[in-house]
């Protein structure tokens, strides 16, 4: 099975595994990517059951929109009751690196208030240790060149995301060759460089659950 193959398989798990889950006042929170993508549009086929949505981008937000899927602004919600969203790659522990698409800021935040976190992957995004992906980290532009000789210290190879601004006007390092053994404390280490906003590790608030799709099929994994 191709890639995309296996990112619609999870989107259809993914709704098979909400659709008896939804009552009328759910508050579904949305991810960003392809594989999310692949999500909002088979989402659309049943959006008589959604009452409501929080989208982690302004693109998500369009695309769901375009298909009459309403969409709030956090604020104005009490719960988030499920998260979907994709990942460049989870451990086994469902921890994750997020940010391939510049997003990691308000997925983050969505991730945090969800009280249950779907993720949806297909199996080239599980691995041992995380870092194989570069790192992205979500930076206020006057901080970029400080955050990057933090990043070296910590001893990963910043590298700017150049033409790109997220959806906060802030810009993103990729860190490259950083191998993550520890993913909670470098969380938290890199959170106090001054000057980030966010990085894309995923540790402290992880997934519930992954839909991994294989050519085996869609696995549905939880932490160990
Ligand atoms: C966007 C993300 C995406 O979830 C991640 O990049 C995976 O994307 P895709 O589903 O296109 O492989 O974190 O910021």
Do not use: W
Not at 67 to 82: A, M
Not at 133 to 152: D, N, T, W
Not at 191 to 211: H, K
Request: glycine share 8%.
């Amino acid at each position: 099975m191709s890639q995309e193959q296996l990112k619609q398989a999870v989107a259809d798990a993914a709704l098979d595994y909400l659709r008896p889950l939804l009552e009328n006042d759910s508050v579904l929170g949305i991810g960003t990517g392809s594989t999310a993508n692949l999500f909002i549009d088979r989402l659309a086929g049943i959006k008589g059951l959604v009452n409501a949505t929080v989208a982690s981008s302004e693109a998500s937000a369009a695309r769901l929109k375009s298909h009459g899927i309403p969409v709030y602004d956090l604020n104005t919600v009490d719960q988030v009751d499920f998260y979907v969203d994709g990942a460049d790659e989870s451990n086994a522990a469902l921890q994750l690196i997020k940010g391939g698409g510049a997003a990691l800021t308000r997925e983050k935040i969505v991730a945090a208030v969800a009280a249950k976190f779907i993720c949806i992957a297909d199996e080239s995004k599980l691995v041992h240790t995380l870092g194989q992906f570069p790192l992205p980290v979500e930076v206020i532009p006057m901080a970029r060149s400080h955050v990057a000789r933090e990043l070296v210290k910590l001893g990963g190879d910043p590298v700017y995301r150049e033409g790109v601004v997220t959806d906060n006007g802030n810009v993103i390092l990729d860190v490259y060759n950083f191998p993550i053994p520890q993913p909670l404390a470098m969380e938290q280490k890199i959170n106090n460089i001054t000057g980030v906003v966010t990085n894309g590790l995923f540790a402290l608030r992880p997934a519930d659950v992954l839909l991994l799709g294989t050519s085996q099929g869609v696995k549905t994994l939880h932490a160990q």
